[in-house]
């Protein structure tokens, strides 16, 4: 790959900026000859009132903004690293955001004039650069291994740039999308970094038992995400009418492409699993409580999902010492299921360290994890007792 160095001037670079607010996106510079955010780059994360003010500070104060990288496609040039300075510097001079000068709020347009040409005659340094694709892009993830470093998907979106990406970024990675706020409930993570889509391909991609880069590379020229967006769709319609209550905020993140696969061939009480989860939400003896919404799933059959508080020593202390003083006293076993036998054992008493601590009423039903529901028992039967 070949690097030229040049110099730009932010007037030159900011004619015939172009942003899109609804999508996050800069989209065009230097009198529509830079694409400023080719596919493979991630959405404008400088809008939080302090990385794009400081880019404009920087210039006020003459400082440099770093190397900018451009591609030279043959048509066009492409922001290869810069984009994000580029974005902000635009976005100021073309008034969508204000910058605090001397204790009062300015826009580019109620700067003084010095001022304003300070900001258009700053020089930037920019390498354009030509090359093969797998070259532009290998280059691509070396620069951005410094500064905010990209999210896998990032990185996957600029490997398997494209048609597909293009549409998939236009429906999952748009923060101004109304269905956003429903995904939020289920999906963790930022639509700008690409966290949404990243679930949503990965949901798709294991469905078929494909890798998301295999998934991506197979529909690489596709021009529309009808399967895409249809079965994302369909895993957040069937956590709807699985779990009618109110989201809880333990349901972000979950795995729910996997546990759709696992069990959405599956009927369900939709009011019986709601009071079901509202209990096991409420109980303290559940320590994982993200594993309850799988553990309903499954029937409430693998507690290990929950991994449920058991007896603390002070409580197995309590209750052994409490069935030894009774069992001498009527000379059987502190076991109370060999008290209950004819064998050997009938009598024996056991030490603390040879008994194990059990649920009289079984947790899984609804017994809870006190002393006055623990009851121990030899190792032998207590393993042997299972949940009954």
């Not at 976005?91 to 304003?116: C, D, H, M, Y």
């Amino acid at each position: 790959m070949r690097a030229d160095l040049n110099q730009y001037s932010v007037e030159d670079v900011c004619e015939g900026f172009v942003y899109n607010e609804l999508e996050g996106r800069g989209l065009y510079g230097l009198a529509g000859q830079l694409v400023i955010q080719p596919e493979y780059q991630r959405n404008y994360i400088y809008n939080d009132g302090k990385r794009d003010v400081a880019v404009i500070d920087s210039l006020l104060k003459g400082y440099p903004i770093g190397l900018i990288y451009f591609v030279d496609n043959g048509q066009q040039f492409e922001v290869l690293d810069g984009q994000q300075r580029i974005t902000s510097v635009g976005r100021f001079v073309t008034g969508k955001f204000a910058i605090l000068r001397n204790g009062k709020e300015q826009v580019f347009s109620s700067l003084p004039p010095e001022e304003r040409k300070l900001i258009t005659d700053s020089e930037l340094l920019v390498y354009v650069c030509t090359g093969t694709e797998s070259e532009i892009k290998e280059w691509f993830q070396t620069i951005n291994i410094a500064g905010v470093p990209l999210k896998p998907q990032e990185l996957l979106n600029a490997i398997y740039s494209g048609p597909f990406v293009t549409a998939a970024k236009a429906e999952f990675s748009n923060s101004s999308n109304a269905l956003q706020q429903k995904w939020s409930a289920y999906v963790k993570g930022d639509p700008k970094r690409q966290e949404v889509l990243a679930d949503a391909l990965g949901w798709v991609a294991a469905s078929k038992g494909q890798a998301v880069d295999a998934y991506m590379a197979a529909h690489r020229v596709d021009t529309g995400i009808a399967e895409l967006k249809t079965y994302f769709t369909t895993v957040i319609d069937w956590i709807d009418s699985v779990f009618t209550a109110s989201p809880d905020k333990l349901m972000r993140g979950l795995a729910w492409g996997r546990l759709y696969e696992a069990y959405h061939y599956q009927s369900y009480s939709a009011a019986q699993l709601n009071a079901d989860l509202q209990r096991l939400l409420g109980d303290p003896a559940v320590k994982s409580r993200k594993g309850i919404y799988e553990y309903l799933l499954g029937g409430q059959q693998d507690t290990t999902l929950l991994d449920v508080r058991i007896f603390d020593d002070t409580i197995k202390r309590q209750a052994y010492q409490q069935q030894t003083t009774k069992a001498q006293v009527a000379g059987t076993s502190n076991c109370p299921l060999c008290a209950h036998g004819h064998n050997a054992n009938q009598t024996r008493t056991y030490a603390l360290n040879e008994m194990e601590a059990d649920h009289v009423s079984a947790w899984s039903r609804g017994g809870s994890t006190s002393l006055n529901n623990c009851e121990m028992l030899c190792v032998t039967h207590n393993r042997s007792k299972g949940n009954n």
